[in-house]
């Protein structure tokens, strides 16, 4: 079973409560989704959408929109807003992937690195004054009894 899904809130603490509540809500309407996908996908998207929370400017006002499908054999999302670009450094990535910061010690910077280790498929686009980033978790085999 398949469904679409779509949320849209502004960059405040509150909205990251409301996409929790929208993948509970997946997970209740496609119990065939393994609980290990949707909660690795979970923490991708919160860490993401917790991002453009903390970081997008104007702070509180930049709007964001949450497109999910949730597909036979992959969960796939776009998480969308209008803030300002994101600064990608091309020493953060690694092999394909967000690398975490060199300093074990620092408190920031690790975000997009466990969000990459979460999913498939994590990337970032700036296009017409819209970042948009787009994840996929490709989903595991549920084993029957």
Known sequence: MSGDYTLRGLSVPESLDQLHDLLQQVA????SVEAT???LFETAVIE???NVVEHGRPHGNVAWTFDLAVLPDRLAAVLSDDGQAYDLDEEQMADGRWAMPEDTFAEDGRGLALASVALDELDYQRTGGINSWTMVRL????AQP
Request: cysteine-free.
């Open 37 to 39: 996908d949707l909660m």
């Open 139 to 142: 989903r595991r085999e549920v």
């Open 48 to 50: 993401i959408a917790g």
């Open 28 to 31: 209740e309407e496609h119990e």
